[in-house]
């Protein structure tokens, strides 16, 4: 009786690629982001921050600024409503800094003005005495002594994760072939497009409207309330333009300032950071130190691992607990290894902090168990892809945690396609533009040298670790004009993945309409957790699909009741019989009634990992991407071209080809940018390089073309089948580029992002 | 400060600029026109490409009085008639727009692009662009988006 429904192909439903809803108010400029928001009797919020990593505020004089003509506040910790500290896993950071500023940065003190240059004078007006004190920098050493080096209460270590299995000493002793090495990671942002920003709007009932672009409005409602005093349903948080997360949005960044500004002044106000205060408003990836021997039999097959990973997360907790975790339980990444020990642990320094981006701890493991792959395949003799392929899981196998993969993972096959894959052409050199350096090239290519390299990465979909892990949807269908329309409403970010587009295909497959109207995400209804961990499409778009079934199986319901058939389907708007054929139109079924249902959707519980041997059920899916990279470089210049780059990627269900290849292709070009450009530059715990002229991204200059070869293993457990894509392909491609040049050079080029003197050193 | 400027065809006067105030504050905070995008406010990201009487510019690096008398024309000013330019359809349609920030600058850029040139090579298409910053995408549908703008411009 509740057989699905089918949009008719090319109808938009699942499967078709249509276009996005919001996409001609994006290619109009009428799309609202949030850094776009004004309202009559607006003013403009500032932050004070922090030029100094570590230090005591001995004195804050605000006087000065609130004389200026034009300021209208000025706020400091002394004027925050509730509790004085907030953060995504435990609420270590200060709202605003009281006695000690623990990073380069931290906000002391906010302004509202009628201009924003008004605000930002009255900012050089607040006169601070500062005692600066000696920060702590040094990652490995807080790891080695954390006593020694704690920049807070909590203390020096977020989280230690071991790995134990088997045992790694006798395997010590049997193994052939041992190869080792160290590797680091840079810290890399997230630079995202559009500035943290948003609108804060006081309500008459004392509460506060907030309209700001974020990953996770319950989550940041959550925070928010607490620090105002508010209890959470005065808080009513509307979901703004996002201009791209990439994770720097999970954590909150102007939302209680511009909160506290707006309940202080009685008057609306916005806040909008600049590129520099951006790169200073928000987490980045942690940085890593890790050290890696792996021991095999002579023909290849891994015998251990011995691993000890050191992340920086900076002086706040954010979510070093989970990275740590993650880098933990995908420390030797998708192959078969008897014996492991590993060692993760996450630390407090007075470094930028860190926190989620795409990839999520499972980025820096990547890049080093890779790097290893390579190094074990040229001890023994094979091929890159030969090594992996001899020790890739399958369903059935393992991984690290002891977890058993208990759905496809066709790590093997997929190796074999990308090596099937044709390579590119030789450049051709008469066009300078096609060789390293682009037009800035001063030779005639006499010093460049192609080099192939591989990258296999896996990552977990959704959260892990036990976290109970769910999204809700509520889903209306009623008669619009004569015609069935659907109106499909959550609390989910569409950060630009395409997930407005996706539910609207949901909504159309699972209802038979094609008519669907997606509600703006707020906290009118319920939690649908981040837009983060390649989780939407399956969480939420599980959600989508439960509450489209639920409104479905009554409708059919009504219908059965009125014609006495219970061997009913709804097709194209239309209620149809098996046996008779099409019965009644949905709208005669409706009438002037509408359906509505809300539900929760959760994923299989997974569990915690065991704090000694690291050994759980941690992870709900896993998702795999391979990457294959060809590079021209000039090992004279220490230049670098990327001339291709090739993925196969699994993942499970295609449910829109358009929006899923722009994920790979955006999610590829992330992982470029780590291998050979993007890194904040820090020396004494400064940040030496706070702008898109110093911080550099890859251009369409920078970025080759892309092969894809998408494969469908469909997950049993996942809606549709699907498996989550977004991330995956910021794991392979980094070591998969890396692996290129060092081909092309002989480097070892243990280091992210590999520099020109790297290459010519 | 007064300023006196044609934007997207229609004659604007607008009073108590501060000096200091770029083209793109201008646009964004005082005309009501946020479609120019504020990525970095440094020239290094092409998000508030304009047209400056015919030139594309980085409306952020413009001061507001350098526009007085000209006429600017921005991403609002491309549909005409309420139509989308062939360059805004295929953006759309290619799956070029992901969060859309760079969006504008890039239609304007490549609205430029072909103006100029009516059939770029990929090699043309990365050199024009190279100046504007996508963060999602990677590149290859707002590749892809080009070479359809520009076949639809040919039959048009």
């Known amino acids: ?761 | 400060m007064r300023v006196n400027v044609t934007v997207n065809g229609s004659a604007e006067t607008v009073d108590d600029v501060w000096e200091g105030e770029s083209l793109l504050y201008l646009l964004r905070e005082r005309m009501g026109l946020p479609g120019s995008k504020n990525a970095c406010e440094q020239g290094e990201c092409g998000s508030c490409t304009v047209y400056l009487d015919d030139v594309p510019v980085c409306a952020c690096l413009v001061a507001a009085g350098q526009a007085e008398g000209r006429r600017v024309r921005t991403v609002e000013g491309l549909a005409e008639g309420g139509r989308l330019d062939p360059v805004q359809e295929a953006f759309v349609e290619a799956g070029a727009v992901q969060c859309g920030f760079c969006t504008p600058g890039l239609v304007v850029q490549t609205h430029a692009l072909i103006a100029r040139d009516p059939d770029p090579s990929d090699a043309d298409i990365r050199e024009a662009l190279a100046g504007n910053l996508c963060r999602c995408t990677g590149y290859e549908k707002i590749l892809d988006a080009v070479r359809l703008a520009a076949r639809r411009k040919a039959t048009a």
């Open chain 1, 1 to 761: 009786m509740t057989s699905p429904a089918k949009a008719a192909p090319g109808r938009g439903g699942v499967g078709d690629s249509p276009v996005r809803p919001d996409g001609t108010l994006k290619v109009t400029g009428e799309f609202a982001y949030a850094s776009d928001l004004w309202t009559d009797g607006m003013l403009w919020g500032a932050t004070l921050r922090s030029p100094h990593p570590r230090a005591r505020v001995r004195a804050l004089d605000t006087a000065p600024a609130l004389a200026r003509p034009g300021v209208h506040a000025v706020l400091t910790h002394e004027d925050v409503p509730g509790r004085p500290v907030f953060g995504l896993d435990h609420p270590d950071q200060p709202v605003l800094a009281s006695d000690e500023v623990r990073y380069q940065g931290e906000p002391v003190a906010l302004v509202a003005a009628d201009h924003p240059e008004t605000a930002r004078r009255a900012l050089a007006d607040i006169a601070v005495e500062w005692e600066v004190l000696e920060p702590v920098t040094d990652a490995r050493a807080v790891a080695a002594d954390p006593d020694a080096h704690r920049v807070q209460e909590r203390g020096g270590i977020v989280r230690r994760q071991p790995i134990r299995v088997g045992d790694v000493p006798a395997a010590k002793q049997a193994a052939e072939v041992v190869v080792s090495g160290e590797f680091e990671v840079g810290i890399q942002d997230q630079a995202f497009l559009g500035p943290e920003s948003g609108l804060a709007v006081p309500a008459d009932d004392g509460g506060v409207d907030l309209y700001v672009s974020t990953q996770w409005i319950h989550k940041d409602v959550a925070q928010i309330a607490p620090c105002l005093g508010l209890p959470e349903d005065k808080i009513r948080m509307t979901m703004a333009g996002v201009g791209g997360a990439f994770g720097g949005r999970e954590d909150l960044s102007m939302q209680i300032h511009a909160a506290m500004l707006a309940l202080r002044t009685g008057r609306p106000v916005k806040m909008s950071y600049n590129r520099q205060e951006s790169f200073f408003g928000h987490v980045h990836r942690h940085p890593a130190w890790m050290r890696y021997e792996y021991g095999a039999s002579g023909d290849g097959r891994l015998l251990y691992a011995d691993v000890e990973i050191v992340l920086d997360g900076g002086a706040y907790t954010s979510s070093t607990e989970n990275v740590t975790g993650n880098a933990a339980s995908l420390g030797v990444g998708p192959y078969e290894i008897p014996n492991i020990a590993i060692d993760a642990v996450g630390v407090y320094t007075n470094n930028p902090p860190c926190g989620a981006m795409r990839g999520f701890g499972a980025v820096q493991a990547c890049f080093a168990y890779e790097s290893m792959m390579d190094r074990l395949a040229a001890a023994c003799g094979l091929t890159p892809v030969e090594v992996r392929r001899r020790n890739a899981v399958s369903q059935g196998s393992r991984m690290a945690t002891g977890q058993v993969i208990d759905s496809p993972a066709p790590l093997a096959a997929m190796l074999e396609r990308v090596d099937a894959m044709p390579p590119p052409p030789a450049a051709d050199a008469s066009d300078l533009r096609n060789l390293p350096g682009g037009v800035a090239q001063t030779t005639h290519g006499e010093g460049v040298v192609r080099g192939v390299g591989y990258g296999v990465g896996i990552k977990n979909i959704c959260f892990s670790e036990g976290f109970d892990d769910y999204s809700t949807a509520r889903v209306r269908l009623e008669v619009i004009g004569g015609e069935p329309a659907a109106l499909v409403h959550t609390a989910a970010a569409e950060v630009g993945q395409g997930l407005v587009t996706l539910k609207a295909q949901i909504a159309r497959t699972e209802l038979g309409v094609d008519r669907v109207t997606i509600a703006p995400a707020d906290n009118a209804v319920g939690d649908a957790g981040s837009s983060s961990a390649s989780r939407q499409s399956y969480m939420t778009g599980g959600a989508v699909k439960a509450a489209c079934e639920a409104v479905r199986a009554e409708l059919l319901a009504r219908a059965a009741r009125r014609t006495g058939r219970d061997d009913l389907s709804v097709s194209g708007g239309v209620v149809v019989s098996r046996a008779a054929g099409a019965v009644a139109s949905v709208a005669e079924i409706l009438g002037d009634d509408a359906i509505e249902e809300t539900r929760e959707y959760h994923h299989r519980r997974t569990t915690a990992l065991d704090p000694v041997t690291g050994q759980g059920d941690s992870h709900t899916q896993l998702a795999l991407c391979v990457h294959r990279a060809v590079v021209d470089v000039d090992v004279e210049l220490g230049l670098v071209k990327v001339v291709e780059l090739a993925a196969v990627q699994d993942v499970g269900k295609i449910m829109n080809r358009l929006s899923l290849e722009g994920q790979i292709h955006g999610g590829t070009a992330q992982g470029l940018g780590l291998a050979v450009m993007e890194e904040i530059v820090v020396s004494g715990g400064v940040v030496r390089n706070p702008s898109f002229t110093d911080y550099l991204i890859p251009t369409i200059l920078d970025m080759p073309p892309m092969r894809l070869d998408i494969l469908e293993y469909p997950d049993p457990n996942a809606p549709y089948g699907l498996r989550g894509a977004g991330e995956p392909p910021t794991l392979s491609s980094t070591p998969a580029i890396v692996a290129a040049i060092r081909d092309a050079t002989g480097k070892a080029l243990t280091r992210v992002p590999v520099r020109p003197e790297h290459i010519v050193g």
